[in-house]
């Protein structure tokens, strides 16, 4: 297996060679040629490189001393790699380990897919992600949430309807429209607890210029979506949504955190969502690609583990990681 390695500057000249293997796995639009172009165009230092074989491409990056790992900001959920089906990819990541500069000890796979890619035995573990199953109806699908869900959400919209609230989803497809929908989504994450801790989207930062670059790439080919929810003339939540087929993904969700706390706008929103979706008969999975949190688990039972790989030059080396790694968790859990 022969890779061609060059600097990820020349990303623009692959992207088509990139989209026509990705396309050959399961949908998922994170791991599309437009969001990792945006990826690059915003959160690349110049030191990243794109690997090219006949089965697999990668974006990778130094990680340390003798290490390089897949080119994965905060902003992608996966890591950039994607391979063919059926392909030896403990093989495929021997070889590349051989045609990257220097003297390279480790490569490391972050975030895989086991959707996507079947995990190994020596796979690391990373995080639980949810997804919803659209199939069927919603009605069908909404009977079988918890009695809680249900009930919580009737009952907060039959309140705001008797205090004469009008509750409103409007759904913005134009690529046009994207920076202005990013305007606003930072608006409201901005007078929340994210922006005091630094991390909220704004258009002016590199994070909210990311998105609003790759939602208008996605939006020019019909494939991004925003979620708006109002209540009466206040906007009270948003979701960006990106699309691959019948996938849909569920990029980034706030909300107006000044709403009096018995109201749930998001959970308003995604039932009406979801319901949406469901009722249009285009869309198969609703992924969400976050760590599962408690609500996750109200809207569905499908959980699966995202997962690490990591390849060693030499098998002495992986086993001082190993070692080190289990130091680590024994050192943690007496903390």
Request: glycine share 6%.
């Amino acid at each position: 297996m022969k890779w061609t390695v060059i600097p990820a500057a020349d990303f623009a000249a692959h992207a088509a060679r990139w989209d026509a293997l990705q396309a050959a796995h399961v949908a998922a639009p994170m791991l599309q040629a437009d969001f990792a172009a945006a990826l690059l165009a915003e959160f690349g230092t110049g030191a990243e490189l794109l690997a090219v074989c006949d089965d697999a491409m990668a974006i990778v990056r130094p990680h340390g001393r003798g290490s390089w790992a897949t080119f994965q900001p905060a902003q992608a959920p996966l890591g950039m790699w994607i391979e063919r089906p059926g392909l030896d990819r403990a093989a495929a990541m021997a070889s590349l380990l051989r045609a990257l500069p220097g003297c390279a000890l480790v490569l490391g796979l972050t975030q895989l897919d086991p959707l996507l890619a079947p995990a190994p035995l020596d796979a690391i573990d990373y995080i639980q992600t949810a997804r919803i199953t659209v199939a069927g109806s919603f009605d069908a699908y909404w009977a079988g949430r918890g009695k809680n869900l249900r009930s919580n959400l009737k009952k907060q919209r039959t309140r705001l309807a008797a205090d004469g609230v009008d509750l409103r989803l409007q759904v913005s497809l134009d690529a046009a429209g994207m920076a202005d929908a990013v305007r606003d989504f930072g608006r409201l994450e901005g007078a929340g607890w994210k922006a005091q801790a630094g991390t909220a989207v704004h258009l002016d930062n590199a994070q909210g210029r990311f998105y609003a670059r790759m939602l208008a790439a996605f939006a020019a080919r019909g494939a991004a979506s925003v979620y708006r929810y109002w209540f009466g003339e206040q906007l009270v939540a948003m979701d960006l949504c990106i699309r691959q087929g019948n996938c849909i993904v569920v990029l980034k969700t706030t909300y107006d955190e000044s709403v009096p706390k018995t109201f749930s706008p998001a959970l308003l929103m995604r039932e009406e969502a979801v319901r949406a979706l469901f009722d249009a008969g285009a869309t198969a999975r609703i992924e969400f690609y976050g760590k599962v949190m408690e609500w996750h688990t109200r809207w569905t039972e499908e959980v699966r583990t995202l997962y690490h790989v990591n390849l060693y030059r030499w098998a002495a080396l992986r086993r001082l990681h190993a070692l080190a790694r289990r130091r680590r968790a024994v050192s943690q859990s007496t903390e």
